[in-house]
């Protein structure tokens, strides 16, 4: 239906703009000009990018052995040898945040993309159903919410063997809830915004509405949160290796790597306890600044700046 | 849906009430989905025999393990084991801890005096400390001021709890050895300056998670029809930044103490972990790793139906507190 035709149906003093979504540029576009605009958006992409080459190109570079363990070289101090020193097994601090940079990137991004693609099917099953079931399925996400995720997740790890496979899973289990419920309300939201009821008023089917109106508009929440839940992911895997629920030794991780700290505190190896948890910090920081320029970016509402 | 609400009335009223007992329906529906979802947990991980030795330890001999079985009903149905379950729950009973011999409900009873004092004086003191500074940040919106707040709660609402409570112990009890690291153990609250570094770090998350909220609670109220009349009445910039929008900033803090129950509660685990501070968070991991699955499920039950009840204070608070907003 053309732009003319719209306005003949509605009326003249009808603005099709205001019925239509709102287009834009390109993406890539966007982006560029989001990041160059805002000073957040750039220090967050900085931030994401420095941890995810850090972590994955970074060993190939600096090279460490991270299988072996050598108390002959345990807890030194900073040196030109070891940048960051070494922890009570004699692994180089540097090369272990890299190790560990590995498992958390792995384990976040893997959580991310598993709890959002099933709480958005959740989330708009339950929208566009409704009825007894959307009650039901809603419910089911009040009630696991219910009980703080922490607790759910420490009684699951206490059951499993912990590997990279395991952890996803009980992470998963509890990151799920908060897509599943931001993506129903979303879904019902785009339903009554009047460029969809206009369609609905030409007489568009449910799956073509969906499709054309509800999965566009949506997909920017659901990216954006996707963009949260790696932060939300990082933070909670930290508490869980912290905790000793964590990947077993020798494997890396940074949370473990602070449990680690906390035992050798008095000892003053200050360089057990920094790097690590400045390493927790800025990846967490990174995905929540891109999360938020993101959304500058894909929440058509809060184009209009 | 959202109606104005035109003044007090009957009507209003009756749709007051109709809302809270939609919302109590609604809590105890989802606490009865948490009392299933925790028995059900505990099923999927031990059940029977394997639930008898995991609580009889290793030496247990096939005889006591039957004896065991038979005594707790774990050779029953699964829906009469759950009726059990919830008929104790409702008597009060959370269960009994057979690794420590003692019942969880006298457990909890001793360690949440404990939870009470450090997560009520970090909120407390965390409330104190952001809506002041919530609303100077509302009122100096741009400055560097308000720039700077905003940094500094967001890194602290990015790190791990755990490392902040790390730093303080590395700052405060190793480098300049004011505070102790540890807090004080047993009943008696000891030293107190042994509190001062688990509250501080329970206080410094709190305020982070409140921070921001404070801030944009303050700006919308700056931007209401009712300050841009009491400016016009020739209210000055203190009245209408203490009477008026302190106001509905404190109303806004009930809404989200009920709904930030969950944080705390994770928080309280990690801090009291730290700081090997005895309380119901320390328990729980304890129970965690030494497998004592009654002690864990009594404190998930609680903590799950402590988390409903907050959310069902903060939705009723909030219609009660703000009167522009009745639920219909």
Known sequence: MTDAAVSKVLGGDVVVADLLPPSGGGLVRRIAAEVRADKSALIGLTLVVFVLLFSFVGPLVYRTDQVHTNVVIANLAPS?????????LGYDIVGRLMAGGQSTMEIALAVALLATTVGAIWGSLAALTGGALDSVMMRAVDVLLGIPGLFIVIFLATAVKPDVWTLIGVIAVISWLVPARLVRGESLAIRTLSFVEASRG?????????????????????????????ATAVLLLAYLSFLGFGLPPPTAS???????????MFNGYWWEIYPAGIMVVITVIGFNLLGDALRNILDPRLQER | MLRRYAGPSHAGERLMLAYVSRRLYHAIIVVLGITLVTFLLQHAIASGTT???????????????????????????????????LWQLAHGNLGYSYKLHRS???????DLPHDLLLVGVGLVVAIAIAIPLGITQAYRRGTLFDHGATAVSFFLYSMPSFWLGLLLIQLLAVNWSIFPAEAPQGTSLGDPRALVLPIATMTLVTYALFSRYMRSS???????DFIRTARAKGASNLRVLLWHTLRNSLAAVVTLVGLSLPALFTWGVVVEYVFNYPGTGLTFYNAAVTDDYPLELGIIVLVGVAVVVGNLMADIGYAVLDPRIRYD
């Open chain 1, 202 to 230: 030409f007489g568009a089917r449910k799956d073509w509405m969906l499709r054309r109106h509800i999965v566009p508009n949506a997909i920017g929440v659901i990216v954006v949160n996707a963009t949260f839940q790696v």
């Open chain 2, 104 to 110: 969880v409900d006298s457990i909890l009873a001793r």
């Open chain 2, 51 to 85: 639930l008898a030795r995991a609580m009889l330890g290793p030496r247990a001999n096939s005889l006591s393990i039957d004896a065991f079985v038979r005594q707790y009903g774990l050779n029953q149905s699964l829906p009469d084991q759950y009726w059990k379950f």
């Open chain 2, 218 to 224: 303050a700006i919308d109220t700056l931007a209401c």
């Open chain 1, 80 to 88: 030109s040898q070891h940048l960051l020193g070494t922890d009570d």
């Open chain 1, 254 to 264: 940074w949370g473990g790597m602070l449990s680690t700290g906390l035992n050798n």
